[in-house]
């Protein structure tokens, strides 16, 4: 079945460094891939999304780009900020479908020091 | 425009009774799906409901059950609660995911603490 594999957090940055969040993932067909970001005591919002291979989604100075040929969706932001502290995740669906699910990863804990 | 919208935020239950957790998804949307985050677990799929049918389940015992109701609000059920039931149960919506790439907004969540 599908799977999402993140990197282990937590991971813990002063303010402006920059930040990769490793993402992998397992799927049968052609998926979209998603990461999504939970800030302390909220739900999930959509951070950026892309859906076909070499797309690059983008948002609030992160981006993410689709490789199929390593089945990866990397996060990534050059310079982050206190207020990027949160959990992040990965996430993918298969396009369309009479099962239609996002499955996750496990998520990863980023703490952003001043 | 209003996001999903769930309720209540927290609820406490006593071990063996039920709870009902509700949400509304955005205007629009005909798919509603929930999820459980239990600590230590992460995201686990629980329900997809669209146009009042459920349409997919995850591994999850008969006991949690739902419904969506013709305004494509919907409800989540869960009978005979266990301690381990414990969890922020998430709510999300979509327009009808035969598109590639369709986004799946989420709620703020419902914690359900069992006791």
């Known amino acids: 079945g599908d799977s999402v594999t993140q990197m282990e957090g937590p991971v813990t940055l002063s303010e402006e460094a920059f930040l990769t969040i490793n993402c992998t993932y397992t799927?049968?067909?052609?998926?979209?891939l998603f990461w999504y970001v939970q800030y302390p005591g909220e739900g999930l919002q959509l951070l950026l999304k892309?859906?076909?291979?070499?797309d690059k989604g983008s948002n609030k100075g992160f981006e993410a780009t689709y490789r199929k040929e390593t089945t990866s969706f990397h996060l990534e932001k050059g310079s982050v900020q206190v207020s990027d502290s949160a959990v992040y995740f990965c996430?993918?669906?298969?396009?369309?479908?009479?099962?239609?699910?996002?499955?996750f990863g496990k998520g990863t804990l980023l703490t952003v020091n001043p | 425009e209003a996001g999903v919208t769930q309720s209540p935020t927290h609820l406490i239950k006593t071990r063996g009774q039920q709870a009902t957790l509700r949400c509304s998804p955005i205007s629009g949307h005909t798919s509603v799906y929930w999820y459980q985050q239990a600590l230590g677990l992460g995201l686990q799929f629980l329900l997809w409901y669209d146009e009042g049918e459920e349409r997919n389940r995850g591994n999850f015992p008969p006991r949690f059950s739902g419904r969506q109701f013709p305004n494509y609000s919907s409800e989540l059920n869960v009978n005979a609660l266990e301690l381990e039931d414990s969890a922020l149960y998430l709510c999300?919506?979509?327009?009808?995911?035969?598109?590639?790439?369709?986004?799946?907004?989420f709620g703020e969540g419902s914690w359900l603490t069992v006791v």
């Open positions: 999300a919506s979509s327009l009808w995911v035969g598109t590639a790439g369709n986004t799946i907004y």
């Open positions: 799927a049968t067909g052609y998926p979209s």
């Open positions: 892309a859906t076909k291979a070499d």
């Open positions: 996430a993918l669906s298969e396009s369309g479908g009479s099962n239609y699910k996002l499955t």
